[in-house]
């Protein structure tokens, strides 16, 4: 059964240095996500992106985030100067169309020091 | 604007028991309405989901969820438990047409043997 992966599983980096989450879409999905889940908090969304261009972002994804599809098939996320704050599990779904099922990556855990 | 609050973090019941989550929500559009589950070291797997079909809402692992308009309600059910479903449960809601889902905080669930 197809499936959302993501790399890497573990991430640690010192506050202020830029950092790459991968991920890998479901092949034939169009819509793709992240969220995030600060321990013990609620998941919440970050940003989705479909076409090659953002269709929606929350107000935690200030200028710090960015997204991009630098090919047919990965979908990543970069945070240029963490913050201590920034420390969370962050989530990649994917969907096949708009309001349709989000399939859920297993996450990377971010923790800034 | 959407949201949903999930009653109690942690609930433990017995092995064979009926299990019983609760979700509330709140929408200004009429909601979409999702149960997911997360197994530990895992991504968010979907269980079931409300689109404005049928109220009772069958999933899998013989999980069900009833959409209840007139108390705000989704909560979710299993007539009885089993050890493998230990893990901790997520409900998110969703305007028709909007792609964001917006999560409740959670539901731990131990499963007494």
């Known amino acids: 059964e197809p499936e959302v992966t993501q790399t890497p599983s573990h991430q640690v980096t010192q506050m202020g240095q830029e950092v790459i989450l991968r991920c890998v879409p479901i092949s034939n999905h169009l819509y793709f996500y992240w969220y995030r889940q600060i321990l013990g908090q609620k998941v919440e969304f970050l940003v989705s992106f479909y076409n090659n261009e953002i269709s929606e972002k929350s107000e935690i994804f200030d200028d710090q985030f960015s997204v991009e599809r630098p090919d047919g098939s990965n979908f990543t996320l970069k945070i240029r100067s963490t913050k201590l704050e920034d420390s969370a599990m962050y989530f990649c779904?994917?969907?096949?169309?708009?309001?349709?099922?989000?399939?859920f990556g297993p996450g990377t855990r971010l923790l800034v020091l | 604007a959407q949201s949903v609050t999930q009653l109690g973090s942690h609930v433990s019941v017995s092995e064979g028991a009926l299990v019983l989550l609760r979700c509330n929500y709140s929408s200004s559009v009429p909601p979409y309405l999702f149960w997911y589950v997360q197994y530990p070291n895992q991504g968010l797997q979907l269980l079931l989901k409300?689109?404005?079909?049928?109220?009772l809402v069958k999933g899998i692992n013989g999980f069900e969820a009833e959409f209840k308009k007139s108390e705000t309600s989704f909560h979710l059910t299993k007539p009885s438990a089993h050890m493998s479903d230990a893990a901790e449960y997520f409900c998110a809601v969703s305007g028709a047409g909007n792609e964001k889902l917006t999560f409740g905080t959670g539901t731990r669930l131990t499963i007494i043997p």
């Open positions: 779904a994917s969907s096949p169309g708009q309001g349709e099922t989000q399939y």
């Open positions: 409300y689109t404005s079909a049928a109220t």
